[in-house]
Every structure is written in C-alpha cells, then in structure tokens.
C-alpha cells in the first residue's frame, strides 16, 4: 500500500481524493507542512510516499504517471510528488525546512498559505491587484505548491526527479475559479483513455509491428488490464505458445507446420502485448525485465531446434543451418549492444554519416524501409511463420541466413562509417561496458597482463581481436579435426583476446571487440561440431551456443540497467569465452575420432554445465531486490 498526503485546504468537489485511491493510494490530509511531516514520519519506511496538492487538476493518468512509476526513486508533475523508499529522508529534510521555526518571527514583509513555502509577497502599485499566478501552479501569493517547491528541493540534493512527458495531458494547480474552471475544460477536451492507449505503444517499432499488431494488441493490453493480468503473466502465455509452436514445427508434418507458423504469429501478438499492458499500467518490475529480456531468444532458438527437428524427421538434417541462424542473429544483436554501450554517453558524438541518417528519417517512405531492411523482430517472425507454413525448414534458414547477413552488414557498415568519422571521445564507462561485454576469464587476464607493455594500439584494440579471431576459424576450417592445430590455434586466439582487452576500449572501432569474440568462439563450436560428422554433434553444440547466448544477453541486461556485469566468480567458473573455446578446441582433438559421439557427449555435458551455474545466478539476480526495475524495449527497430 502506498499513502498519498494532501496537503492544504479541501476543495470541495474535487474528485481528486477518489483518483487516487483508485492507484492504490491511502489518502490523508494536512493543513500545512507541519502537519504533512507528522504524517510522513507515521507512514513505514518502506513505503511510497506521494504529496499532493488539493487543488491539483488534471487527468487521471497524467497523477499515474508521475505517482506509480516505480523505476524512479522520485517523480514529479505540477502539484504532485512521489518518493520511494530510497528518496524518503531527502523527502524528510526537504518538508523539514518548509515547517516555520515556532520561535521565530514572521516578516511582516512575507506571506504564506498553507500548503506553500514562505515567498516575499510581490510588490503592488496602490490600488491595483496581485498578478494572476502562472497556469499550472502557484499560490495567490505567487508561491509554487508545496509539491513543487519539494521536488525542487529534492534535486538540489542530489535525488534524480524523473518528470514524465505529459504531451496533451493536462496537469496544473490553478489559482481562482475562473482558473480552475478553464483547467476543467481542458481536461474535458483530452481523451485521457485514447491518450494511455497510444502512449501504451513504442514510439518506434518495425513496420509489420507498427501496423499490423499493435492497432488491435494495444486493446488486447487494455483487456488484460482490466481484468488483472500482469505482463509477466502474459510474457509466459507468449512463451508457453511458441514452445508449443515449436513442438508443431517438430511433427514434421504440413499440418504441424501450419500450425506452428499461426501459433508463432500468435506468440508475437502476445509479445508486444505484454509490453504495452506494462506501459498501460505501468507495471515495471525486476522479474519482468529479466523474463521480456530473455523470453524472446527462448522463443526464437526453440523455435529453430523445433525446426530443425521436424526435418530431420523428414530425413533432412538442417542443424548446422539452425546453428548458424542461432550464432548470425546473436552477432547482430552484439554488434547492437556493443555500439549503442560504446557511444550513449560520448561527447562531441557527431558525424557526417549520423546527419545523413538524420536527414534521412526526415522523409518518411525512407524511415520504414530502413527499419524493415535490418530485419527486426516483427518482420522476422512473420518472415517465419509465413514460410514455415508455406515451404520447409530448410528454406526457412536459408531465407534466414540472407536476411540476417543482409541486416548485419547494413547495420554493420553504417556504424563503422559513422565512428571512422565521428570525433567523440569514449567515457570510462563506456569502455568497462566493452570490457564487460567481451566476456574474458581467467586466461584472458593473465594475457591482458603479459600483453599490457608491449600490445600497442593498431588503430585501437580490435586488430587483436580480429587476427586471434581469424586465425582461429581458418584453423577450425581447414585443419583436421582431431590435430593439435586447431588447439594451438585456441591458444593463440586466448592470448589475441587478452591483449584486446590490455587496455581501456575507447578507439574508434574498439566496440567491435565483443562482437567479434563472440563470432569467434559461436563459429569456432558450429565449425568444429559440423565437421566431426557424428549425428548429435550439432545439436549438442546448439545447446551449448544457446546457454553460452544467455550468458551474454544477460550480461547485457545487468549492463543496461545500471548494475555493471555479472560477478566475476560467475565468469571465471564458466572460463570465459576464451577458456571455452580453447576447451571446445581440446575436446575436438581428443574425442572426434571414432564417429564423434564422445565429442557430443562432452559437448552436452559442457552446455548443461554452462546453463545450470549461469541460470541459477541469473535467477538468483533478476529476482533479488537489487535488480534494477527496468522494462526492456526490445531490440533496435
């Protein structure tokens, strides 16, 4: 329960007391400020605390998003303030200082009413009247409202106040009747209901998204809201079909097919409802990060092992396509990740290209062929489903691949040109986000301290990366299976990805490390599973790029929500991504003669291993109290 304190006079009519209880407020009165903190001294430390002025106008959902939105410590709209837990004792210190000294004098050069902080009274000609106060909130004295003037005081002491965007929302403390009366009608005049359902949908989506789910998804949210259901509660039922989707997919059959496809539409739908029924209710929470931040790539990559299943029961194997399906759409998403982490906070972040993709999406046929060219999740999906009820899983990956590789150097290029000619300079923030994101263990430490004096800059930290990456893959494609040049190889790469990480990544193309470490040892497994040539080789290996993926996304997630990376015993048991690669590499040479079962049972054995310690952890962190409330967006459109 949350308590929302009145402060000041009543105004009779106002349906201000019944709003918001209707968010879950317990509502309570107070004459002043003096009053005000008593009654926020009398409410537990762990509760949210809002302060209100009595003479707010405005709509019901303009109060709901400055007063529930629990991702920020403190929030604000004009006569309304929230506080959580962790900003009540600024809260406390800022009421404190508006409640009068009992001891001291009032200036009879002052004015205050209750409800306001103490202002020197404006100065008027004789005979004339005191200026009307600004619309949206200040007293007859020309005092802002009490919440004001403590949001305010909130800032100053270093507590960040969020203050929502209202658009055509209205939200004011009007001064006088007329005042009041003109506030009224333009409320009247703004659907609040059409305004939280448009609200309710990203500002910038796909194309099929855009216009092919979200007109009627955002009611099925508003259906959901009304009667109880969660977005966690929805993220689930999307996941519980694809799965069954997946299953479909696994028959073999045109019917399983069929039905896979419509039921993976189905899933999508109830994808982008679970995110607009949480900006609809503003229901944020830590699980529900953590399960719409993972949940999607569940989907996907079982949809694909459903796939891949399917046709081999129809005698076609298509594991080493799903495979690669699996590790190209997890590059790109890297590729994404590590760039936006390297220049969201960079200064002087300019560049030719950026203005030509500004000027681009100023015209407006342009916007939606990019955004559907890069294939995002929407198009992707319906891609699928339509194909996979149309063709086989075989086209499905092909049709996959291209798309992807397509998307990938689209994306890929553009952002190489923009920082070859931006001149921004990298925070330290951004560059132990890289390091984070290039996920090095123990081997990679002591490289990165063996390298440190003598590894200099080629340009930046990426030409390690790239040589160790290369020379890898070419040893996993050529080199015999069995021989010690693919371990050497390993080796090598081990000591290259060290000496990219020696220093802090802030060249240029330094936020391509991650990704290509991740190309490195996601194509390193699939490589060597599809040339041991033993029949559960791949799909040992698509687990264990699957539960290696989880290890990165949620790596990425922690990233995005403030809370750095993953504890560093947490890495360094799973070894890093060198220490697995140079595994992978070693069990390769020792267990891929004699058919290579034994190489897919340490394969299986390795992915449930990597899965059981990084889900646990992750479990253990996205439902702790430290997890940051965050919702995620999705991937880039």
């Not at 220490?579 to 390769?588: E, I, K, N, P």
Request: net charge neutral; proline share 7%; with cysteine.
């Amino acid at each position: 329960m949350s308590t929302a304190i009145l402060t000041g006079p009543p105004v009779p009519g106002s349906p201000l007391e019944g709003d918001l209880r209707s968010l879950g407020f317990e509502v309570r009165s107070a004459a002043d400020p003096g009053e005000t903190a008593a009654l926020l001294a009398a409410v537990p430390a762990g509760e949210r605390v809002a302060v209100v002025d009595p003479r707010f106008v405005g709509h019901l959902h303009a109060l709901r998003l400055a007063l529930t939105d629990p991702r920020f410590p403190a929030a604000a709209a004009p006569g309304a303030l929230t506080a959580q837990p962790e900003a009540r004792p600024s809260l406390t210190r800022a009421l404190t200082a508006q409640v009068p000294d009992p001891g001291s004098t009032p200036d009879p050069g002052s004015a205050q009413v209750p409800g306001s902080v103490p202002v020197a009274a404006p100065a008027t000609a004789p005979g004339t009247a005191p200026a009307a106060p600004a619309a949206g909130g200040a007293s007859a004295d020309g005092a802002p409202p009490l919440p004001d003037a403590l949001a305010t005081a909130l800032e100053a002491d270093g507590v960040a106040v969020h203050r929502p965007e209202l658009g055509s929302l209205v939200a004011a403390v009007p001064a006088g009747p007329q005042a009041r009366k003109e506030t009224r009608d333009a409320v009247a005049a703004v659907d609040d209901e059409a305004v939280r359902l448009r609200s309710a949908v990203k500002s910038r989506d796909g194309f099929f998204t855009t216009f092919c789910v979200s007109p009627y998804s955002r009611y099925l949210a508003r259906w959901c809201a009304r009667r109880g259901l969660t977005p966690n509660q929805v993220t689930t039922a999307s996941l519980l079909t694809a799965l069954v989707a997946a299953g479909c997919a696994a028959t073999g059959t045109r019917g399983g097919f069929v039905a896979a496809g419509v039921l993976l539409l189905l899933s999508f739908v109830l994808d982008c409802t679970d995110g607009q029924l949480a900006r609809y209710s503003l229901q944020y929470s830590t699980l529900g990060a953590w399960l719409d931040a993972t949940f999607d790539r569940a989907k996907e990559y079982a949809y694909y092992a459903g796939l891949a299943l399917g046709a081999a029961r129809g005698g076609d194997d298509v594991w080493a396509l799903a495979l690669g399906a699996m590790v190209l759409q997890t590059c790109r998403h890297v590729v994404d990740f590590s760039f936006n982490e390297a220049n969201h906070d960079a200064t002087a972040n300019t560049s030719p290209t950026a203005a030509l993709s500004d000027r681009l999406d100023g015209v407006g046929w342009t916007v939606w062929v990019r955004r559907m060219i890069v294939l995002p999740i929407g198009e992707r999906w319906a891609m699928i489903a339509v194909l996979t009820a149309v063709t086989s899983p075989r086209v499905v990956f092909y049709a996959l691949l291209v798309g992807c590789a397509f998307a990938a150097c689209y994306t890929t290029a553009g952002r190489v040109l923009r920082s070859l000619t931006r001149r921004a300079g990298r925070t330290d923030r951004a560059a132990r986000a890289l390091a984070d994101l290039a996920d090095g263990g123990p081997l990679a430490e002591l490289a990165a301290r063996a390298t440190r004096r003598w590894a200099r800059p080629l340009g930046g930290r990426t030409p390690y990366a790239v040589l160790g990456a290369g020379l890898l893959l070419y040893a996993a494609c050529a080199a015999p299976v069995g021989s010690g040049l693919v371990v050497a190889a390993a080796a090598v790469y081990a000591l290259a990805s060290g000496a990219a990480v020696a220093r802090p990544l802030k060249g240029a193309l330094d936020w391509l490390v991650p990704p290509v470490l991740r190309v490195a040892e996601y194509g390193t497994i699939l490589v060597l599973a599809a040339r041991a040539d033993a029949p559960g080789a791949l799909p040992a290996a698509f687990g264990l790029v699957a539960a290696v993926a989880y290890h990165h996304y949620d790596t990425v997630y922690r990233i995005r929500g403030g809370t750095g990376a993953p504890p560093v015993w947490l890495v360094r048991t799973l070894g890093g991504q060198e220490g697995r690669t140079l595994l992978v590499a070693v069990l390769a040479a020792l267990l891929a003669a004699g058919g290579g079962e034994r190489l897919a049972l340490a394969l299986t054995a390795l992915a449930g291993a990597v899965a059981l310690v990084g889900l646990a952890e992750s479990i253990r962190f996205w439902v702790s109290s430290h997890a940051p409330a965050v919702h995620d967006e999705g991937e880039p459109a």
